[in-house]
């Protein structure tokens, strides 16, 4: 359930209310909203009757939740929340446009690709450092290396900067470096690693998993909201179908879906969807006319050297050009594509 504060409620009504709520036995986490604090409660149903919220000081109303995931849902929260990372705000109007390396290989290639993205209007860095690979015989990341790499692109280039991390050592080391952690497809169901990422409270990308269901999508949001970390932006990057013509089936209705089910944004990577760079524009297109929060993009200074998907990969002339293209898409749907910068 949540419990809908009126505007008049101070600091001693909330307690009161939390009190009561720990008293039950529910447990309950503080959602902010702009006009409206409210506190999201789970617990046993049969009790609700009993608890007497709807009498006490500063409380307006209670409203049940039906869905199973409670924190994250639209019933919780009417307007769309907000993810702040370094200077960057996704959700608002603005497409944010998250650009860079599938992989961290070097200090020129990340320089590289963190000066020209920058300079076309990327907003976020993205590289990975820690690389979950289907064989142990691919390059597995730089680890450490990689970070401070990322730290020092960040330092030049004034762009926020986010990672893959896989456990709980590199989300210690990550959290020391950047200012976004990333909880790939492989591990959205892991809920351990998403209780730690909750417990960070650094802001998160959660990508969908190859093969859930959107429930099981937001579910896994859930864990980390209900840590305390409402700095989640959920990322569709496709699922797994009997399609064999592109890496995996870029489900692009998922993003109306979500919007309208979570308060949470969501933003599209079509690089790792497709697999394809011949395909990437088109669907990074596609995702903002969809009303996409932001587009994830693999960039390299030299895609046919990458050590990590170097064939989905944009060069930095063909990321230039589709900066153009998405301005151009996001003026129809009457939004604008930049960093989102505050």
């Known amino acids: ?131 979950p690979r289907t064989s142990p015989y691919s390059f597995q990341g730089l680890e450490v290396e990689g970070l401070k790499l990322l730290a020092e692109a960040s330092a030049e280039t004034g762009l926020a900067t986010v990672t893959e991390i896989v456990d709980e050592t590199s989300l210690k080391l990550a959290l020391k470096y950047v200012d976004m952690v990333q909880v790939g497809a492989r591990n959205m169901q892991n809920f351990h690693l998403l209780r730690m990422v909750g417990r960070s409270g650094m802001p998160v990308l959660l990508k969908r998993g190859f093969s859930s269901t959107i429930e099981e999508w937001l579910m896994a949001a859930e864990y980390i909201v209900s840590e305390g970390n409402e700095n989640v932006v959920l990322c569709e990057r496709g699922i797994r179908t009997f399609e064999v013509a592109t890496r995996n089936t870029l489900d692009l209705s998922a993003v109306p879906v979500v919007k309208g089910l979570s308060h949470l944004p969501v933003i599209v990577d079509p690089s790792h969807a497709t697999g394809n760079q011949r395909l990437v524009a088109p669907m990074a297109r596609a995702a903002v006319a969809a009303g996409s929060d932001g587009v994830l993009i693999e960039v390299h200074p030299e895609p046919c050297k990458a050590l990590c998907d170097g064939p989905q990969s944009l060069n930095p002339d063909e990321f230039d050009s589709l900066m153009a293209e998405l301005r151009t898409v996001a003026s129809a749907v009457g939004r604008v594509v930049g960093g989102g910068y505050i």
């Open 1 to 131: 359930m949540v419990v809908v504060m009126n505007l008049t409620a101070g600091q001693e009504h909330i307690k009161a209310v939390q009190q009561r709520l720990e008293q039950y036995g529910f447990e309950f986490s503080l959602i902010r909203g702009v006009k409206r604090l409210v506190i999201g409660a789970v617990g046993d149903r049969q009790v609700i009757g009993s608890l007497g919220l709807e009498a006490m000081p500063g409380v307006e109303k209670i409203l049940p939740i039906m869905k199973p995931f409670k924190l994250v849902s639209r019933e919780s929260k009417g307007e769309n929340s907000l993810v702040r990372v370094k200077n960057v705000v996704i959700g608002g109007d603005d497409v944010t446009v998250i650009a860079g390396p599938c992989a961290v290989e070097s200090r020129e290639q990340l320089l590289t690709t963190a000066r020209r993205v920058r300079q076309a209007g990327a907003g976020v860095l993205r590289g990975g450092t820690f690389k």
